[in-house]
Nanobody
C-alpha cells in the first residue's frame, strides 16, 4: 500500500510564506512525476506545479510562477512546495499527486494525498 501525506499548511497573512511537504510511504519501487494541485471552494481542482522524477524539470501554472517553487528529495520520497508572497486567492486545499510503481512487477498508478488546507488572510 502506498500513502501520500501532506503537511505544512495553515493560516498565514498575505505576503507570508509556507512550505508544504508531501511524503510518500509504503511499498514503493519508483516514483515518477509528481504534482501539486489545489482546489478552492466552488472551483475545480487546478494543477499548480509539476516535477519530473529526477527533479531536473519543473513547470508551473501561470498564476503561481515566480512565487511557488516545487522540489523533491528522492532519498526521502518527499516533494515540497515553497510558497512565497501568498495572496488571499491562494487559499485552497492543496493536494499532492504522484505516479508510483509499487513493485518491480507492477505497473505505475496514480496516488493522491488527503489534502491540506492553506488559508491566506488579507
Amino acid at each position: 500500500q502506498v500513502l501520500l501525506v501532506e503537511s505544512g499548511g495553515g493560516l498565514v497573512q498575505a505576503g507570508g510564506s509556507l512550505r508544504l511537504s508531501c511524503a510518500a510511504s509504503g511499498s514503493i519501487f519508483s516514483i515518477y512525476t509528481m504534482y501539486w494541485y489545489r482546489q478552492s471552494p466552488g472551483k475545480q481542482r487546478e494543477l499548480v506545479a509539476g516535477i519530473t522524477s529526477s527533479g531536473s524539470t519543473t513547470d508551473y501554472a501561470d498564476s503561481v510562477k515566480g512565487r511557488f517553487t516545487i522540489s523533491r528529495d528522492n532519498a526521502k520520497n518527499t516533494m515540497y512546495l515553497q510558497i512565497n508572497s501568498l495572496k488571499p486567492e491562494d487559499t485552497a486545499v492543496y493536494y499532492c499527486n504522484a505516479r508510483i510503481r509499487a513493485t518491480m512487477a507492477s505497473g505505475p498508478a496514480d496516488y493522491w494525498g488527503q489534502g491540506i488546507q492553506v488559508t491566506v488572510s488579507p
